[in-house]
């Protein structure tokens, strides 16, 4: 039988999936995959929001390899998504190198922190909105309104756990940072 925890775990997989199928898009149709793209990122990011839904709700409250490595994940899928980016020529490699270069010194120096982790997402999927939006707007525009619409669903979750968590481990690094040796 499938439990809840183990749905989610299964969802989280896909979504790692769904972030190896981006790379490939790129390699094989370039910039002519960009709506696919969108609709890939769609799923990734419903996934992303219903596996650690269905994962409280299990009865179920041990911790699972998977799920404890559900940043990763995300982090993987935004990997695969900036060699999307790379391969369909709508970034610059060198960029994309000295980028993830830089995240890897983060990484390296801090550890892998969730709020670092969101951060190093952020600039990789607003670019990809960007790019969206301007060339696909037919797709591109769907992920803007299915943003929203997750804003809007999950409300007050993201201005009352979402923004305070991650402005709470920018300061816990911002700490680090002023405690370091030098």
């Given at each position: 039988m499938l439990s809840a925890k183990r749905l989610a775990d299964l969802?989280?997989?896909?979504?790692?999936?769904?972030?190896?199928?981006l790379a490939w898009l790129g390699l094989a149709q370039g910039a002519a995959g960009l709506p696919l793209a969108v609709w890939l990122m769609i799923a990734d990011w419903t996934g992303d929001c219903l596996d650690g839904a269905v994962a409280r709700r299990s009865r179920v409250h041990d911790h699972t390899?998977?799920?404890?490595?559900d940043l990763e994940a995300d982090m993987l899928v935004s990997?695969?998504?900036?060699?999307?980016?790379?391969?369909?020529?709508f970034l610059d490699l060198h960029?994309?190198?000295?980028?993830?270069?830089?995240?890897?010194?983060?990484?390296?120096?801090?550890?892998?922190?969730r709020s670092l982790g969101m951060l190093f997402q952020a600039p990789i999927y607003a670019w990809?909105?960007?790019?969206?939006v301007r060339d696909a707007p037919g797709a591109g525009w769907w992920i803007v309104i299915w943003i929203a619409a997750a804003i809007v669903i999950t409300w007050p979750k993201f201005p009352k756990e979402v923004i305070p968590g991650f402005l709470a481990g920018m300061q816990r690094v911002w700490s680090r940072l002023h405690r370091a040796p030098r």
């Amino acid at each position: 039988m499938l439990s809840a925890k183990r749905l989610a775990d299964l969802i989280t997989e896909v979504r790692l999936l769904l972030g190896g199928m981006l790379a490939w898009l790129g390699l094989a149709q370039g910039a002519a995959g960009l709506p696919l793209a969108v609709w890939l990122m769609i799923a990734d990011w419903t996934g992303d929001c219903l596996d650690g839904a269905v994962a409280r709700r299990s009865r179920v409250h041990d911790h699972t390899w998977v799920g404890d490595h559900d940043l990763e994940a995300d982090m993987l899928v935004s990997g695969g998504l900036l060699a999307y980016l790379v391969f369909a020529r709508f970034l610059d490699l060198h960029l994309a190198g000295a980028y993830l270069l830089i995240w890897a010194l983060v990484f390296w120096y801090w550890g892998l922190l969730r709020s670092l982790g969101m951060l190093f997402q952020a600039p990789i999927y607003a670019w990809f909105i960007w790019v969206a939006v301007r060339d696909a707007p037919g797709a591109g525009w769907w992920i803007v309104i299915w943003i929203a619409a997750a804003i809007v669903i999950t409300w007050p979750k993201f201005p009352k756990e979402v923004i305070p968590g991650f402005l709470a481990g920018m300061q816990r690094v911002w700490s680090r940072l002023h405690r370091a040796p030098r």
